[in-house]
């Protein structure tokens, strides 16, 4: 059974960047079934999804992060990351990695446990 | 970017109800539609996919339904572990959303 896992700086100063890496168990990030994405979750509850990225390296991001993001991915190492460059307090929130099964209907099959990311001087 | 709407926010049920949650996409999404339940600190988990496909492992219990624009999950009868938030979701394209989420609460 895949295990994703979120792991980085819970704590991230204003204009710095925030990186986190998601690092996939019990399965292949190269396996051509799947997208892998992260998505956040503010303090008010609400989930937005920030993109995703192919073993092949293929991106899509959400316009809405205004170019600030980008998804990288480590098939060698079995695991992808995120960067989200100059932070604000609005960009407070969990991070989760997940899997989105893209053969079936791209539901969001699996996920990590989430890393709480704070923007704090 | 196709917005999707539930309602109620948040209901009261008792042990034994049968309730129903619904969805609305801003557009025709086809059935790409999937529900997902979360537990206070857990991450969300699947329930639903493609509308009405029970995840592996989910119980019985739980039935989704609808098509385009307008979806339902409903929860047969509901049991102690169902109390949780949950959240639709639109897979149809990019950027992927969510609904805003119902809380399901004890009465």
């Known amino acids: 059974q895949v295990q994703l896992r979120e792991s980085g700086p819970g704590l991230v100063k204003p204009a710095q960047t925030l990186s986190l890496t998601c690092t996939v168990s019990g399965g292949s990030i190269a396996n051509p079934a799947y997208y892998w994405t992260w998505i956040r979750q503010f303090p008010g509850k609400g989930l937005e999804w920030l993109g995703h990225?192919?073993?092949?390296?293929?991106?899509y991001y959400n316009p809405s992060l205004k170019n600030r993001i980008s998804i990288s991915i480590d098939t060698s190492e079995n695991h992808f990351s995120l960067k989200l460059t100059s932070v604000t307090a609005a960009d407070t929130a969990i991070y989760f990695c997940?899997?989105?099964?893209?053969?079936?209907?791209?539901?969001?099959?699996?996920w990590g446990q989430g890393t709480l990311v704070i923007v704090s001087s | 970017d196709i917005q999707m709407t539930q309602s109620p926010s948040s209901l009261s049920a008792s042990v034994g109800d049968r309730v129903i949650i619904t969805c609305r996409a801003s557009?025709?999404?086809?059935?790409?539609l999937n529900w997902y339940q979360q537990k206070p600190g857990k991450a969300p988990t699947l329930l639903i996919y493609?509308?009405?496909s029970l995840q592996s492992g989910v119980p019985s219990r739980f039935a989704g339904s609808g098509f385009e624009t307008h979806f339902t999950l409903t929860i047969s009868s509901v049991q102690p572990a169902d109390f949780a938030t949950y959240y639709c979701?639109?897979?149809?394209?990019?950027?992927?959303?969510f609904g805003q989420g119902t809380t399901l609460e004890i009465k």
């Open positions: 493609a509308a009405s």
């Open positions: 997940a899997r989105d099964y893209y053969y079936d209907n791209n539901q969001l099959d699996s």
């Open positions: 557009q025709d999404i086809s059935n790409f």
């Open positions: 979701q639109q897979s149809y394209s990019t950027p992927r959303t």
């Open positions: 990225i192919y073993y092949a390296g293929s991106t």
